[in-house]
C-alpha cells in the first residue's frame, strides 16, 4: 500500500462465518465449538484418527476434515453424538430470542468466561 492510497476498515460481526458469508453461521458456529471439544478430548488422550474414529463412531477421514475446518461434513447431532462417546455431559438450554432477533445457537464449557 502507498501513501496515496486509502485503507478501508470493516468492522466484523463477532462471527467469523457471518463475516465469511456462509448462509448458515449459527449452525457453524455451534458446530466449530461442538468440533473444537471433540478436537481437545483427542488431544487429551493422545488419540489418533483410528482411535477416535472408534471411540466416536465417526469415520477416521473425518478428523483430518475437520482439522481443516471442513465442518459441513459433520452434523451437530453426530457431534453430539461424538462428545457423549467420549464421556462428556452435553446441556441444551432453549430460551427466548431477543426482542427483534432471530434465535442463536451457543456451545460453551463449563470452563469458558463467555
Known amino acids: 500500500m502507498t501513501d496515496d492510497e486509502e485503507?478501508?476498515?470493516h468492522r466484523g460481526s463477532?462471527?467469523?462465518?457471518?463475516?465469511?458469508?456462509?448462509?448458515?453461521?449459527a449452525?457453524?458456529?455451534v458446530k466449530s465449538?461442538?468440533?473444537?471439544?471433540v478436537t481437545e478430548i483427542l488431544l487429551a488422550r493422545g488419540w489418533g484418527p483410528l482411535a477416535a474414529a472408534e471411540a466416536t463412531g465417526l469415520?477416521?477421514?473425518?478428523?483430518?476434515l475437520a482439522d481443516r475446518g471442513q465442518?459441513?461434513?459433520?452434523?451437530v447431532g453426530e457431534l453430539i453424538e461424538a462428545l457423549t462417546r467420549l464421556g462428556a455431559d452435553i446441556?441444551?438450554?432453549?430460551?427466548?430470542?431477543?426482542?427483534g432477533e432471530r434465535g442463536l445457537g451457543l456451545v460453551q464449557g463449563v470452563d469458558d468466561d463467555e
Not at 14 to 25: A, H, L, M
Not at 59 to 64: I, Q, Y
Not at 91 to 99: F, K, M, P, W
Open 7 to 9: 485503507m478501508t476498515i
Open 14 to 25: 463477532g462471527c467469523f462465518w457471518t463475516d465469511q458469508g456462509y448462509p448458515n453461521p
Open 27 to 29: 449452525e457453524m458456529s
Open 33 to 37: 465449538r461442538l468440533c473444537g471439544r
Open 59 to 64: 469415520g477416521a477421514d473425518l478428523f483430518a
Open 71 to 75: 465442518l459441513s461434513k459433520f452434523s
Open 91 to 99: 446441556l441444551i438450554t432453549v430460551g427466548e430470542a431477543r426482542e
